[in-house]
C-alpha cells in the first residue's frame, strides 16, 4: 500500500501532480477539496475566515474517506492545502503510511493560474491571505517545485522520489 499526500497553497499545482501520478504511475487521484464540508464551502465562496472548528471536521471527514480509498486503492494520492501542522500531524498519526510532498511554486506563477481556472475560481486576495497563514512543515517530507508548465520535469522528479521509496 502507497498513500502520497501532496500539499501546499492554491495554484501551486497540487491536482496537476495529483493527476500525473494518476496518469503516468498508477495511483488513484482523491482531490481533497472532495471532502470539504458545506460550511468550508461557503466560506471560502463568501471569503469569509476558515475556522479551526471548521478544519476539524474537514480533516476527520479527509482522513475516513481516505482510510476508505486505501481498501480498495493500493496506490492512493489525496491533494490538500494542509495550511497548519497540527492537521498533518492528524492525518499522519491516522495514517502513519503517509508519504508527504510539499508542492511549491513562486507567488507569480501560483497567481496566474489560480486566474485561469475555470471550474474553481479562488479569489487572489482570498488565495494571499491563506499564504499568510500557511505554516512551514515540520513533518517528514519531499519537496518538489512547479514553477514551469508541464509535466515533463515534474515526472522526472516523482519518478525521483517514487524511486527512493
Avoid: C, W
Avoid at 16 to 26: A, D, H, P, S
Avoid at 57 to 70: A, P, V
Avoid at 86 to 112: D, G
Amino acid at each position: 500500500m502507497q498513500l502520497i499526500v501532496l500539499f501546499g497553497l492554491p495554484g501551486v499545482g497540487k491536482s496537476f501532480v495529483g493527476n500525473l501520478l494518476q496518469t503516468e504511475f498508477g495511483f488513484y487521484h482523491y482531490d481533497g477539496d472532495q471532502s470539504l464540508p458545506q460550511i468550508m464551502k461557503q466560506a471560502i465562496s463568501q471569503k469569509l475566515p476558515i475556522t479551526d472548528d471548521m478544519r476539524d471536521i474537514f480533516f476527520t471527514n479527509l482522513t475516513q474517506k481516505t482510510k476508505e480509498l486505501l481498501t480498495t486503492h493500493p496506490k492512493l494520492v489525496v491533494s490538500q492545502t494542509f495550511i497548519k501542522e497540527k492537521y498533518r500531524e492528524y492525518f499522519l498519526n491516522q495514517i502513519p503510511q503517509s508519504q508527504f510532498i510539499l508542492i511549491e511554486a513562486n507567488s507569480t506563477i501560483r497567481e496566474k493560474r489560480l486566474a485561469a481556472r475555470k471550474e474553481y475560481p479562488l479569489d487572489i486576495e482570498y488565495s494571499q491571505k491563506m499564504t499568510l497563514i500557511f505554516e512551514d512543515p515540520r513533518i517528514v517530507h519531499q519537496k518538489i517545485t512547479n514553477n514551469i508548465d508541464g509535466g515533463l520535469e515534474l515526472k522526472s522528479n516523482l519518478q525521483k522520489i517514487l524511486d527512493q521509496g
